[in-house]
C-alpha cells in the first residue's frame, strides 16, 4: 500500500515563494510518477506539473511553467513543489499523487492510484 502526504501549505503574499512537500511512502514501481494537482475555488482540479520517479521527464502546465518546479530527494522519498511568484489565482487546494500512468494520462488525474489529503495555498493580492 502506498501512503502520501503533503505538507507546506499556507497564507503567503502575491510575488512570494512557497515550498510544498510530498511523502511518499510504501512500495514504488519503476515507471512511477508524481504528480501535482490543484484546486480552486469553484473551480475543477487540474494538473499542475508531474515526474517520472526515474526524474527523466518532467511535464508542466503552461500556467506554472517558468515558475514552479518539481523536484525529488529519493533518500528521502519526498517530493517537492517550489513555487515562485506566486499569483491570487494560483490560490488552491494542492495535491500530491502517485501512480503508474501511461504517456497520455500523466496530465490527467485519472493516472494515480494514490493520492494525498491536500494543502492550502492562499495568495492574497
Known amino acids: 500500500q502506498v501512503q502520501v502526504a503533503e505538507s507546506g501549505g499556507a497564507l503567503v503574499q502575491a510575488g512570494d515563494s512557497l515550498t510544498l512537500s510530498c511523502v511518499v511512502s510504501g512500495r514504488t514501481f519503476s515507471g512511477s510518477a508524481m504528480g501535482w494537482f490543484r484546486r480552486g475555488p469553484g473551480k475543477e482540479r487540474e494538473f499542475v506539473v508531474a515526474?517520472?520517479?526515474?526524474?527523466?521527464?518532467?511535464y508542466y502546465a503552461d500556467s506554472v511553467k517558468g515558475r514552479f518546479t518539481i523536484s525529488r530527494d529519493t533518500a528521502k522519498n519526498t517530493g517537492y513543489l517550489r513555487m515562485n511568484n506566486l499569483r491570487p489565482e494560483d490560490t488552491a487546494v494542492y495535491y500530491c499523487?502517485?501512480?503508474?500512468?501511461?504517456?497520455?494520462?500523466?496530465?490527467?488525474?485519472?493516472?494515480?492510484?494514490?493520492w494525498g489529503q491536500g494543502t492550502q495555498v492562499t495568495v492574497s493580492s
Open positions: 515526474t517520472r520517479m526515474s526524474g527523466d521527464s518532467i
Open positions: 499523487a502517485v501512480g503508474l500512468p501511461t504517456l497520455a494520462l500523466i496530465r490527467s488525474s485519472r493516472g494515480y492510484q494514490y
